[in-house]
């Protein structure tokens, strides 16, 4: 079963068509990675996931619900989490007025679960966002999304600006969010640490899937991963390897 699948999507802002026909699907319980270069559609895929920049063809369900023309919040509702870009914590509010921002929802997820698994959160609950570093302000964000006990996480460049030990911890949380069934969507620039975790792998060029397979299969190809920093499509055109590569969730 999918936990969400994406048929066909097409995107704008205003005339500039940005995603074009991108389908992509997210098992559930696994980890699903979108990767690509800087400008290839990544963000703007996941937002017209969320409602935040509708489609203007394709579809979108979401948990056994077809939800294309829905607001962010509806689509939130059906417990989706959202991790974006550059983390965006409220400055002035503490850490756990931070955590307190989303609407509770019923489940394993609470403030002293955020803080169990964020000690040092929970060391600086009193502190303003403004005072964290860019790994605490990660977790924040992270931590936030959690305690609407959602289904499905949806996370946009987590390691992005961080030291390579917080990266580390970001992905081991990550990990182990999939062990208990987590359903994981992930746009990461760290190529290597994404498809170390993921089930499944995308490559996003121009607003086109230009690779879907497994995401070990991925990992295993050096050339390739080296060649993503670019991810022109004609360094992506299937090759006899990746036309019998694993076939997304259906």
Same mark, same amino acid.
């Given at each position: ?50 409602? /935040?920049?509708?489609? =203007?063809?394709?579809?979108?369900? @979401? !948990?056994?619900? +077809? ?6 919040? %509806? *689509? ?97 949380? /990550?990990?182990?969010? =999939?062990?208990?069934?987590?359903? @994981? !969507?992930?746009? +990461? ?6 498809? %170390? *975790? ?53």
């Amino acid at each position: 079963m999918n936990a969400l699948q994406a048929e066909g999507l097409d995107t704008y802002y205003g005339k500039s068509h940005i995603l074009h026909g991108v389908s992509l699907a997210l098992g559930d319980g696994q980890v699903a990675a979108l990767l690509g270069r800087n400008g290839a559609g990544k963000t703007t895929a996941m937002r017209s996931l969320l409602g /935040l920049t509708p489609a =203007r063809k394709g579809t979108v369900r @979401i !948990l056994g619900n +077809e939800c294309t023309s829905w607001p962010p919040y %509806r *689509i939130a509702a059906l417990g989706v989490g959202y991790v974006p870009e550059g983390r965006r914590v409220f400055s002035n509010l503490t850490v756990e007025e931070n955590l307190k921002v989303p609407l509770l929802r019923a489940g394993p997820w609470n403030l002293e679960a955020v803080y169990r698994l964020f000690p040092r959160l929970q060391q600086r609950r009193s502190h303003r966002g403004r005072q964290l570093s860019g790994g605490e302000q990660q977790m924040l964000a992270i931590g936030r999304a959690l305690v609407l006990n959602p289904k499905i996480l949806l996370l946009d460049e987590p390691s992005q600006g961080l030291a390579p030990l917080i990266v580390r911890e970001v992905f081991e949380v /990550l990990a182990s969010l =999939r062990t208990q069934g987590l359903s @994981i !969507l992930l746009i +990461e620039q760290n190529v290597r640490a994404a498809v %170390r *975790i993921a089930d499944f792998a995308y490559v996003l060029d121009d607003g086109r899937i230009v690779y879907q397979g497994a995401a070990a299969d991925l990992a295993a190809d050096e050339e390739r991963l080296r060649t993503l920093a670019g991810a022109a499509a004609e360094a992506w055109r299937p090759t006899p390897v990746a036309a019998h590569a694993a076939r997304p969730p259906a």
